[in-house]
């Protein structure tokens, strides 16, 4: 595992200078107090996602020619297309290697992490580079009338190397995954896109379209999300003939403190059962598990044996869920 984020330092009290906002308003709602973003023209999606890959490569005992397929989850690529996948495999000098991108938002990092384990199970491939990166702050609403979604994200990168084991007591005990397309516009960012191009965009120059930022249905998403994180949590002990009190801990994705500590209440987890890092980093989608589960991994809160659950929720609906015996 590795976890990358910019050294630049947003905290509550810099936001309120932008916008209509407070500490004790973000706190209240989010249990935010700051986040990482990118300052412009120094960083890129890409480039956060490779410097989080050379440290889980370095850290695998790997070199960068020993992988064999990148995959590459973000909603914040650097271009319209092509993907950064294969951005990754130019910045590491690897061989020419498959590269996947995956655009599953919030569940991404687990949507690509299920997607590894299928190709490592089959012996297509023997060590799978899986990467969440996401630059949000290029394209955030900085003003008082964007202040529900813009106090929430963050920048990061984080990324994982998945390799084939006999050890059959160890690694992905299984995966699930789930969508609800019906809900999809309750979470999106509509434009542009092909049914709506810049120059539309552009030629309209209406200040009131905020289509081209993200929208969020903050109630919404997070009844939702109280819902469906225990349903594919226990999903994934039910299938592996589990219980909440054999998790030794459970990495959700950083959304809302708040969701999180419904999740805790909920499943009946004690505080070490569970690990939350959204209050330094803020949201930052495809890149807040792999991020949680670099940084407990690093401070002692995984060791081998553990059983490690990984869930998330998000735009699309989707909601997956991995366990892991460390």
């Not at 996947?100 to 938002?105: F, H, I, S, W, Y």
């Not at 190709?119 to 060590?127: F, L, P, Q, S, V």
């Not at 965009?201 to 109280?226: R, T």
């Amino acid at each position: 595992m590795g976890f990358y984020v910019p050294e630049n330092v947003v905290t509550n009290d810099d936001l309120s200078k932008l916008m209509d906002t407070s500490d004790e308003w973000i706190r209240e709602r989010t249990g935010i107090e700051q986040r990482r973003w990118v300052i412009p023209g120094e960083d890129s999606t890409s480039g956060m996602g490779v410097k989080a890959a050379r440290i889980a490569i370095e850290k695998a005992g790997l070199k960068p020619n020993d992988i064999d397929f990148i995959i590459f989850a973000t909603l914040s690529p650097d271009y319209y297309f092509p993907g950064p996948g294969v951005q990754v495999q130019e910045a590491l000098g690897i061989d020419t290697i498959g590269a996947l991108d995956v655009r599953n938002q919030c569940s991404g990092f687990v949507y690509a992490l299920s997607v590894a384990d299928q190709y490592i199970k089959t012996g297509m491939y023997n060590n799978i580079l899986v990467i969440g990166s996401e630059l949000h702050s290029g394209g955030l609403d900085k003003t008082t009338r964007g202040r529900g979604v813009t106090v929430i994200f963050g920048d990061g990168a984080g990324a994982a190397v998945v390799t084939a084991s006999d050890d059959p007591n160890r690694g992905i005990l299984s995966t699930h995954l789930h969508s609800e397309g019906k809900n999809a516009k309750e979470l999106a960012l509509i434009g542009p896109a092909t049914s709506r191009w810049v120059d539309q965009i552009m030629a309209e120059h209406d200040e009131k379209d905020l289509s081209y930022y993200p929208y969020m249905n903050g109630n919404f998403v997070f009844k939702n999300a109280v819902t469906r994180f225990p349903e594919v949590i226990m999903e994934a002990l039910n299938q592996n003939r589990l219980k909440p009190e054999d998790i030794s801990l459970l990495v959700p994705h950083q959304a809302n403190l708040r969701i999180s500590q419904f999740i805790q209440k909920t499943m009946k987890l004690r505080d070490d059962q569970v690990y939350n890092n959204i209050m330094k980093y803020g949201n930052t989608t495809a890149a807040s598990v792999p991020i949680a589960l670099t940084e407990a991994l690093e401070n002692g809160r995984v060791k081998e044996g553990d059983i490690v659950c990984l869930a998330a929720f998000g735009s699309g609906f989707t909601w997956a869920s991995a366990l892991i015996r460390w």
